[in-house]
């Protein structure tokens, strides 16, 4: 009986073996990931391009050192068409500066690749995914949250990135993340998944994510290239990318798994609403605003009129009646 059970161990052992074997839904895609070592022949490196002052390490990737108006970007030469995926990236963003310091860095999944532009190093009315991490506060002007800030943007390539408001007025959502400076490995977690987007973060050295925000009614077209690029300006920082790794994550019920979304155009149905700067200028009234205003004041105008009217008539009686 042992030897039979044994046995049927043996051949279940061997099926779940083959099954994950040939599941490739459960394994890391490689031609999208870059781990340690990076480099292949020469100085270049499997499925991926660098550009600007990107600097190979045998240890990390460095978009930009510590010094002053560098631009650095790694993108991907293979288009994702994976439908439900799972990016992790690891990190490290470190610097001399105590206060001040910047710029950050940018995770895309974006239709174009390779274009150097100011939005942290690449090109502003992009068209795809831009999660932001973002260190420069100090220019900015007062907000509700501190730096360091992570957040994200959809762009269908007509939006405009508004360093001058840290693009708050076009940001799907956002949390506070200090992950400047840390002695342990900081990472992020980027999931789109039936249609949401989920990041998560690990900076606390707990080996475990923690939820940094989650926006449903996301849609994200296959085809578009992972990249990250980072930059500094007047401040510094050195922008360090150790690992990423984008999985496929099987999800065997989701109906939508076989559509074509290789046509569809980004697109989110909430956005963050605007978070004002105490020296914006007040927004003009609208004229439907400018007419209630008016109309109100011509109201209580007439009012006061009559008010005043029926006081002096009644003053008018009561010195009659003082004569009878």
């Not at 010195?319 to 009878?324: A, C, E, H, L, N």
């Amino acid at each position: 009986m042992k030897a039979i059970c044994s046995s049927l161990l043996l051949i279940v052992s061997v099926l779940t073996s083959c099954a994950a074997e040939w599941n490739t839904k459960d394994y890391m895609k490689r031609e999208h990931s870059l781990i340690k070592p990076y480099q292949g022949a020469g100085m270049t490196i499997p499925y991926w391009d660098f550009m600007g002052s990107t600097m190979v390490t045998n240890n990390y990737i460095r978009l930009t050192p510590d010094l002053q108006s560098k631009q650095g970007a790694l993108w991907n030469s293979v288009p994702c068409h994976v439908r439900n995926w799972e990016l992790q990236v690891q990190f490290k963003v470190h610097g001399k500066g105590k206060d001040l310091f910047g710029d950050g860095f940018v995770i895309w999944y974006a239709k174009e690749r390779m274009k150097s532009g100011p939005v942290f190093g690449n090109e502003d009315f992009f068209q795809g995914l831009a999660v932001i991490l973002d260190t420069y506060s100090n220019h900015n002007g007062p907000h509700n949250h501190q730096h360091p800030y992570i957040s994200a943007m959809i762009n269908n390539g007509s939006l405009h990135y508004d360093h001058d408001r840290d693009g708050t007025h076009t940001q799907l959502a956002g949390c506070e993340a200090k992950f400047r400076n840390l002695e342990h490995d900081t990472h992020i977690s980027i999931k789109y998944e039936r249609d949401t987007l989920t990041v998560l973060k690990d900076i606390s050295n707990k080996a475990a994510w923690a939820e940094c925000f989650s926006v449903k009614e996301i849609k994200l077209p296959t085809g578009y290239y992972i990249g990250i690029s980072a930059t500094t300006g007047d401040l510094s920082d050195n922008h360090d990318i150790l690992s990423i790794r984008l999985f496929e994550l099987d999800l065997p019920d989701d109906v939508k798994d076989q559509e074509d979304r290789s046509q569809i155009v980004p697109s989110a149905a909430f956005f963050d609403p605007p978070r004002a700067r105490i020296e914006d200028p007040k927004e003009p009234m609208s004229g439907i605003k400018l007419f209630l205003v008016l109309l109100l004041g011509a109201l209580v105008i007439i009012s006061c009129v009559i008010g005043l009217v029926m006081l002096y008539q009644k003053h008018q009686e009561n010195k009659r009646k003082r004569f009878y």
